[in-house]
């Protein structure tokens, strides 16, 4: 962040899962800035395991993350988007909302159910009044797809390192997602009628 606040970004300190912390962030960017014109949802991780394995705890987590954590920040811009008659949203998924793979199970429910969220989201929106500019994107990131291999298939559930739940985007290899990636969601943000998938 203090690399992003050096080349003059605004940033806000804000915990995803808290409602509360959602709406001062977006209150606090209204005040200094007026507007907000675009809400990029990325914030997420994945952890793997055998569904037996993991705790039930672990993966309501990654829900309250990568689900919740969406829909808050969501219903906080919501308003003053609607106000401006001008609003993106672009929600970054990833194919394991698309597909599922073994170990993925708590990550593969909380991205199933973006999919989901995003496309209905589009269709409310889709009524709102005319004039507006309206899109919500579900965007899946080529670079969290296939980060978890290893050996697969039934033989091989509960045994070796993919018996140890692994957290982060990596999996179970660690691997992190790089950054830089705002280049790619141009196109998203300026289209008119954006691309869904």
Do not use: W
Not at 37 to 65: F, T, W
Not at 100 to 106: E, K, Q, R
């Amino acid at each position: 962040m203090a690399s992003l606040a050096a080349a003059g970004a605004h940033t806000v300190a804000l915990d995803v899962t808290d409602e509360s912390s959602a709406e001062k962030a977006v209150a606090d960017i209204l005040a200094v800035h007026g507007r907000i014109d675009v809400l990029v949802n990325n914030a997420g991780y994945g952890s793997h395991g055998a569904l037996e394995d993991v705790p039930i705890s672990e993966a309501r987590s990654q829900i309250e993350v990568n689900l919740f954590g969406l829909a808050h920040l969501t219903r906080a811009v919501l308003p003053a988007m609607r106000a401006q008659h001008s609003r993106t949203i672009v929600d970054i998924s990833s194919m394991g909302g698309r597909l599922a793979t073994p170990l993925g199970a708590g990550y593969h429910a909380s991205k199933f159910t973006v999919e989901g969220l995003s496309d209905t989201l589009r269709l409310e929106r889709s009524c709102d009044a005319a004039g507006s500019t309206s899109s919500s994107s579900s965007r899946r990131d080529p670079h969290r797809v296939g980060r978890h291999r290893g050996p697969q298939g039934p033989r091989h559930f509960g045994r070796g390192p993919l018996r140890r739940p692994g957290r982060g985007y990596g999996g179970v290899t660690g691997q992190r997602v790089p950054a830089g990636r705002a280049q790619d969601l141009a196109p998203d943000v300026v289209a008119r009628r954006p691309r869904t998938r």
